[in-house]
């Protein structure tokens, strides 16, 4: 029963921290995404 309890809890700890990361690599990439598309923008914006 102790193997199982101890992979358990592991279980949650990794479980707790990919939970914590996936925001953070969410709004990195949405403002990544963000950046080059006011670039392209500006960039039209600037051809004659």
Do not use: C, H, S, W
């Amino acid at each position: 029963m102790a193997p199982r309890l101890g992979n358990f809890i592991i279980f949650l700890i990794l479980t707790i921290i990919t939970l914590g990361l996936y925001p953070l690599f969410f709004f990195v990439t949405r403002q990544q995404e963000t950046v080059f598309l006011l670039a392209e923008i500006r960039d039209e914006l600037k051809r004659p």
